[in-house]
């Protein structure tokens, strides 16, 4: 038996106990869970089968009150002796993407980035969101296969891009490569096609959240987005850390929402809509260039549900729905290096080189953080990529 030592400013305390999925050497991948430099075997420390597999989905598929009841179960034995054979120490283990992603959708729940993205992209328009955005969540479907763990490498896509001067449509690597800083929600357990999740439930069909990088490809979507929204200019890849920190944890940092107005129709509305109180950092080839602050955003993550369901669609298990850029009120607090540099227009400083997007070699680390009870703070590790060259063109 062994104990595991936690410092006191750890991001990885007992109030964390994020779930993720590892391996060591050449075994195969299971459920674990990271307390303080370690990692805990979750199948060795609880003697459940469930969690020696590659991802969190059959768990996560358990419900609601078995999360509880592990929760509770894995606090109890952390405190005390742990078998030695269940603790890794995390730089001697592989993290492997950490959720069978079903469906996933992104959405756009940030207003002080849809406000300037309307005025970059719409300067002429004296509002710059558009009619329906604090109507409905905003939101497109996107592709589930290419949800990568932090730390792969991102390919540089090649497509079609036309500049507006431009007499047709070029073909080659895109040359305005961005991030976008976003937190994704996984779903642990979906609803029948038909039926809905109510926001009042959402926080029993929520299993845990990730960091989550939208790579975006800004000449591909500025060209391919009319009139249905954006597919390869984003489709190429998508980051998430490798801890999912259970909603559970996040107690102590929810929020309300800032203040919805107009109303929202009844199937929305919350008394108060919660958010989440994160704090991200984003750092470019190592300088932090952006610190987003998700407790900014508009829509909760219970609407976004609400909203994914309220026409019968089904969800399920691993569905990963994701919040859209999160930007602050500040220049130094967007998600988006579109917005961070007014398209290319206000270069950032970037260990002492201008830069406005994405070059070969590059790159992009987000982390965050969240408050815990008694000042103790929860981390969610990192979405880490950095860019490859195109492989053709
Ligand atoms: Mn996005």
């Known amino acids: 038996m062994t104990t595991v030592p936690v410092p006191a400013d750890s991001l990885f305390g007992v109030q964390n106990l994020p779930y993720g999925v590892f391996s060591v050497g050449g075994s195969a991948p299971r459920v674990g869970t990271r307390l303080g430099d370690a990692v805990l075997d979750l199948a060795v420390l609880l003697g459940d089968d469930v969690f020696a597999r590659p991802s969190l989905n059959a768990f996560m598929a358990q419900g609601h009150d078995r999360w509880v009841a592990v929760r509770r179960e894995i606090t109890a034995r952390v405190v005390g002796d742990i078998p030695a054979e269940a603790v890794h120490a995390v730089d001697d283990v592989t993290l492997h993407l950490p959720v069978e992603v079903a469906d996933y959708v992104d959405f756009y729940a940030s207003e002080h980035h849809a406000a300037n993205l309307g005025r970059l992209f719409?300067?002429?328009?004296?509002?710059?969101?558009?009619?329906?955005?604090?109507?409905?969540?905003?939101?497109?479907?996107?592709?589930?296969?290419?949800?990568?763990?932090?730390?792969?490498?991102?390919?540089?896509?090649?497509?079609?891009?036309?500049?507006?001067?431009?007499?047709?449509?070029?073909?080659?690597?895109?040359?305005?490569?961005?991030?976008?800083?976003?937190?994704?929600f996984v779903v642990g357990t979906?609803?029948?096609?038909?039926?809905t999740i109510p926001v009042a439930e959402a926080d029993r069909h929520i299993f845990g959240v990730v960091l989550f990088n939208d790579w975006s490809a800004r000449d591909i979507q500025a060209w391919?987005?009319?009139?249905?929204?954006?597919?390869?200019?984003?489709?190429?890849?998508?980051?998430?850390?490798?801890w999912v920190v259970p909603l559970l944890a996040l107690q102590p940092a929810r929020v309300p929402t800032p203040v919805q107005q107009p109303a929202v129709l009844p199937y929305l509305a919350m008394d108060p809509p919660w958010?989440?109180?994160?704090?991200?950092?984003?750092?470019?080839?190592?300088?932090e260039?952006?610190?987003?602050?998700?407790?900014?955003?508009?829509?909760?993550?219970?609407?976004?549900?609400?909203?994914?369901?309220?026409n019968g669609a089904p969800s399920r298990t691993g569905d990963l729905f994701a919040s859209g850029?999160?930007?602050?009120?500040?220049?130094?607090?967007?998600?988006?290096?579109i917005e961070l540099t007014w398209g290319g227009a206000e270069p950032v400083d970037v260990d002492?080189?201008?830069?406005?997007?994405?070059?070969?070699?590059?790159?992009?680390?987000?982390?965050?953080?969240?408050?815990?009870?008694?000042?103790?703070?929860?981390?969610?590790g990192e979405a880490r990529g950095r860019i490859l060259p195109a492989r053709r063109s």
């Open 122 to 184: 719409r300067p002429d328009n004296p509002d710059p969101l558009m009619p329906n955005w604090k109507h409905l969540p905003v939101g497109y479907h996107g592709r589930a296969g290419s949800i990568v763990v932090s730390g792969t490498d991102i390919v540089r896509p090649c497509g079609q891009r036309k500049g507006t001067d431009d007499p047709g449509p070029v073909f080659g690597p895109s040359v305005r490569l961005d991030i976008e800083a976003e937190l994704g």
């Open 190 to 195: 979906g609803s029948a096609m038909g039926d």
């Open 224 to 242: 391919e987005y009319v009139p249905l929204g954006p597919n390869l200019g984003k489709s190429f890849a998508s980051t998430i850390s490798p």
């Open 275 to 287: 958010g989440l109180d994160v704090d991200l950092s984003v750092r470019w080839n190592g300088t």
């Open 289 to 310: 260039v952006s610190r987003p602050p998700y407790r900014e955003m508009y829509w909760s993550p219970a609407q976004m549900l609400a909203h994914l369901t309220v």
């Open 325 to 337: 850029t999160i930007s602050g009120p500040g220049r130094d607090t967007r998600g988006a290096f």
């Open 352 to 380: 002492g080189e201008q830069r406005t997007f994405l070059e070969d070699g590059d790159e992009v680390v987000i982390t965050g953080s969240a408050p815990g009870r008694d000042g103790v703070r929860l981390g969610f």
